[in-house]
């Protein structure tokens, strides 16, 4: 099968009001496209793409990311487990939204994507 992406307005709106509930203002949700693929062989649920530095140089844009579900593995999930799963994605972005990403673990640091946090954040969403 060929793989294939399509605009995911749905999980733009979604994304959206997760950022807002939780107050993450340093996520420019303007620069965020959520797309869906069709036909992926990844293990993942969901996974995000930052645009590199020397990308938005060479095209003199600003740094942006991709939130990607996996149809296969993601619109088949609750939407509470979905809801966790985008939020685990925009942990990804680091507060500088400068296009990197922030790893699952850092030497040194504690696990900041950890589903104990995820829990957490997911909680203080949905008590606002």
């Given at each position: 099968?060929?793989?294939?992406?399509?605009k995911?307005?749905?999980?733009?709106?979604?994304?959206e009001?997760?950022?807002?509930?939780?107050?993450?203002?340093?996520?420019?949700?303007?620069?965020?496209?959520?797309?869906?693929?069709?036909?992926?062989?990844?293990?993942?649920?969901?996974?995000?793409?930052?645009?590199?530095?020397?990308?938005?140089?060479?095209?003199?844009?600003?740094?942006?990311?991709?939130?990607?579900?996996?149809?296969?593995?993601?619109?088949?999930?609750?939407?509470?487990?979905?809801?966790?799963?985008?939020?685990?994605?925009?942990?990804?972005?680091?507060?500088?939204?400068?296009?990197?990403?922030?790893?699952?673990?850092?030497?040194?640091?504690?696990?900041?994507?950890?589903?104990?946090?995820?829990?957490?954040?997911?909680?203080q969403?949905?008590?606002?």
């Amino acid at each position: 099968m060929i793989m294939r992406w399509e605009k995911a307005d749905e999980i733009s709106k979604r994304v959206e009001k997760i950022v807002v509930g939780l107050e993450w203002e340093h996520v420019d949700i303007s620069r965020i496209v959520c797309m869906r693929s069709f036909g992926s062989s990844a293990r993942a649920r969901a996974r995000i793409w930052g645009l590199p530095r020397v990308w938005q140089q060479s095209l003199a844009v600003e740094a942006h990311y991709i939130i990607e579900v996996i149809s296969e593995k993601f619109d088949h999930l609750s939407q509470e487990e979905q809801e966790k799963i985008l939020i685990h994605e925009l942990l990804h972005i680091p507060k500088s939204f400068s296009g990197a990403l922030v790893p699952h673990r850092g030497r040194g640091r504690k696990q900041h994507l950890s589903w104990r946090k995820i829990e957490q954040l997911f909680s203080q969403l949905n008590r606002a």
